[in-house]
């Protein structure tokens, strides 16, 4: 079936390195796609979304890209600390509903 | 503001048993949101309630889970009896009608041993 997952597992860098964290999406219906962000204990949080009409979007050290052509999402993490240690998330919205269905997660884990 | 708050946050149960979690969601969201998460998986919706109704439960299997949500504020759900495969986080989220303000609180581990 129709689904969002995740290229990478884990991924580890360095205190102040940039992160690149994948994933890779099916279902053409999607118009909205998120990124979120679950620490150890925690729920999941939202960091960034995207609409399908668009191709980034810039937040705070984090820069979401969406190439709706190969169906691929991405988030950059920039100058990653050890607070962004975490399992990360992204998520798709079909038209018409609210309801985000979730990707396998990646760990980060940032070395300082 | 104190979020979406859910307990206990941890229990351990022998398989057979019966087990009840409790949410609390955020004052005003009108839509509460059961979810199992799996370790490294995502969480997958379990029931989605519109202030006091169910109105997405496709995803809860019915032989041994239940949920309710009697006033339209917090619910409760729970499991009867527990298998060993039910070991998981089970998370509550709320957010207002159409799914501004979407929040998870900080889930239940349930061990079932």
């Known amino acids: 079936g129709e689904s969002v997952g995740l290229h990478l597992p884990t991924l580890s860098v360095q205190e102040g390195d940039n992160s690149i964290i994948n994933c890779a999406y099916s279902?053409?219906?999607?118009?909205?796609f998120i990124w979120y962000k679950q620490e150890s204990g925690k729920g999941p949080q939202f960091i960034i979304d995207?609409?399908?009409?668009?191709d980034k979007r810039q937040g705070q050290r984090v820069t979401v890209l969406l190439n709706k052509t190969v169906k691929h999402l991405s988030l950059q993490i920039a100058a990653t600390q050890p607070g962004d240690s975490a399992v990360y998330f992204c998520?798709?919205?079909?038209?018409?509903?609210?309801?985000?269905?979730f990707g396998r997660g990646t760990s980060l884990i940032v070395h300082p | 503001e104190a979020g979406v708050v859910q307990s206990p946050r941890y229990k351990i149960i022998e398989k057979k048993q019966p087990v009840a979690f409790w949410c609390n969601p955020i004052?005003?969201?009108?839509?509460l949101y059961w979810y199992l998460q799996n370790l490294g998986q995502g969480p997958e919706l379990l029931i989605r309630?519109?202030?006091?109704?169910?109105?997405?439960d496709s995803q809860l299997p019915k032989d041994r889970f239940s949920a309710e949500r009697l006033k339209g504020v917090d619910s409760t759900l729970k499991i009867q009896p527990a298998e060993l495969g039910d070991s998981a986080v089970y998370l509550c989220?709320?957010?207002?009608?159409?799914?501004?303000?979407?929040?998870f609180g900080s889930g239940t581990r349930l061990t079932v041993v």
């Open positions: 998520a798709e919205r079909k038209g018409g509903s609210y309801i985000p269905t």
């Open positions: 995207i609409r399908s009409n668009m």
């Open positions: 309630y519109e202030n006091e109704e169910a109105v997405d």
């Open positions: 989220a709320s957010s207002f009608s159409g799914g501004d303000g979407y929040t």
């Open positions: 279902n053409s219906a999607s118009d909205y």
């Open positions: 004052s005003g969201h009108n839509t």
